[in-house]
């Protein structure tokens, strides 16, 4: 039942910034987990960044360490993802995912998004 909605894709030069965001309908329980993945032509979907709803705990790939940052806005069901140093790399499809028994880095959750395109250019 639970559906996400991912916005904020777009073309943007190496070396900019974007921000994803995936607004989710309804409540969002506290064991609830969120996830970022994403797909690059050629390539097999890989994990970007996770965070546990309730306590905040956040989870990166090693790829975008110190360049993504993921949160939550509790008031508006949304699950952000910055992202600052765009390399040409990251450009892929991203997904918005929710797990309901914590976030993972892996492939198990248990609704996605319908995805949103990011094209870093040179």
């Known amino acids: 039942q639970v559906q996400l909605v991912e916005s904020g894709g777009g073309l943007v030069q190496a070396g900019g910034s974007l921000r994803l965001s995936c607004a989710v309908s309804?409540?969002?329980?506290?064991?609830?987990?969120m996830g970022w993945f994403r797909q690059a032509p050629g390539k097999e979907r890989e994990f970007v960044a996770a965070i546990n709803w309730s306590s905040g705990t956040t989870y990166y790939a090693d790829s975008v360490k110190g360049r993504f940052t993921i949160s939550r806005e509790n008031a508006k069901n949304t699950v952000y993802l910055q992202m600052s140093s765009l390399k040409l790399e990251d450009t892929a499809v991203y997904y918005c995912?929710?797990?309901?028994?914590?976030?993972?880095?892996?492939?198990?959750?248990?609704?996605w998004g319908q995805g949103t395109q990011v094209t870093v250019s040179s």
């Open positions: 309804g409540r969002i329980f506290n064991s609830y987990g």
């Open positions: 995912a929710a797990r309901r028994f914590g976030a993972s880095m892996k492939y198990e959750y248990d609704y």
